[in-house]
């Protein structure tokens, strides 16, 4: 997770074939606890060797499958990974990952709640997301309908504030490493604008430079 933009951003869809009349997807997952390691030659099982001593590595390894699968038109995708203490499988919700939670209004722009790029503590926090913004009548956040975004911060005494950022463009001088680049950033403490010490806040001045930008809402 480079930014809240992640949550919506650089996901692919799985392809039916074009004649497919009924799409749907059937999604299975399946654990095997000792799979060998191959790569050798003709597939022979590598033994696994590491200079990092905390390697958990081994010659065997847990792998986690993913299959999906459409009756209709013969598609299917196969996903394989290792699953270690980093990778694998969560039993999660929506509200954690926020992806599928609907947006909210607020100023005249739609708030999409976004998994938070800083998580420490969030679970429990009153406002656990943060937020892609968006122009209203909008049904799936892609980067062409994104103005803004919205995530949280800490001021100087330790207090909640949002940082914002405001009109994407390929030049923009802020957003480095995410998505989208951006032309205008408030860091919710006074740089940038008045600080911003609640999302309707940060809403609003997204706003108000979409307004300066020209850009329609």
């Given at each position: 997770?480079?930014?809240?933009?992640?949550?919506?951003?650089?996901?692919?869809?799985?392809?039916?074939?074009?004649?497919?009349?009924?799409?749907?997807?059937?999604?299975?997952?399946?654990?095997?606890?000792?799979?060998?390691?191959?790569?050798?030659?003709?597939?022979?099982?590598?033994?696994?060797?590491?200079?990092?001593?905390?390697?958990?590595?081994?010659?065997?390894?847990?792998?986690?499958?993913?299959?999906?699968?459409?009756?209709?038109?013969?598609?299917?995708?196969?996903?394989?990974?290792?699953?270690?203490?980093?990778?694998?499988?969560?039993?999660?919700?929506?509200?954690?990952?926020?992806?599928?939670?609907?947006?909210?209004?607020?100023?005249?722009?739609?708030?999409?709640?976004?998994?938070?790029?800083?998580?420490?503590?969030?679970?429990?926090?009153?406002?656990?997301?943060?937020?892609?913004?968006?122009?209203?009548?909008?049904?799936?956040?892609?980067?062409?309908?994104?103005?803004?975004?919205?995530?949280?911060?800490?001021?100087?005494?330790?207090?909640?504030?949002?940082?914002?950022?405001?009109?994407?463009?390929?030049?923009?001088?802020?957003?480095?490493?995410?998505?989208?680049?951006?032309?205008?950033?408030?860091?919710?403490?006074?740089?940038?604008?008045?600080?911003?010490?609640?999302v309707t806040a940060a809403a609003r001045w997204?706003?108000?430079?979409?307004?300066?930008?020209?850009?329609?809402?």
């Open positions: 997770m480079k930014s809240a933009l992640d949550t919506y951003l650089g996901w692919e869809q799985p392809k039916h074939h074009r004649d497919c009349t009924r799409p749907a997807w059937d999604i299975s997952i399946r654990t095997d606890d000792d799979v060998a390691r191959s790569g050798g030659h003709m597939g022979a099982v590598v033994k696994h060797g590491c200079s990092d001593e905390f390697c958990s590595h081994s010659s065997s390894f847990a792998q986690t499958v993913v299959r999906i699968v459409c009756h209709s038109c013969g598609a299917a995708q196969v996903v394989y990974g290792e699953k270690t203490d980093d990778t694998g499988t969560t039993l999660t919700d929506t509200r954690w990952v926020a992806y599928g939670l609907p947006p909210r209004q607020a100023v005249g722009l739609l708030l999409w709640p976004a998994q938070p790029w800083l998580n420490t503590g969030r679970a429990h926090d009153p406002e656990p997301h943060d937020f892609v913004v968006t122009v209203l009548k909008v049904k799936k956040v892609t980067a062409d309908v994104v103005v803004g975004q919205i995530t949280q911060s800490r001021g100087a005494q330790g207090g909640v504030v949002w940082t914002a950022l405001a009109v994407p463009h390929p030049d923009g001088q802020y957003g480095a490493g995410q998505s989208l680049q951006w032309l205008h950033a408030n860091d919710g403490r006074g740089r940038g604008g008045n600080p911003l010490r609640t997204i706003s108000a430079r979409l307004s300066e930008s020209g850009e329609s809402q």
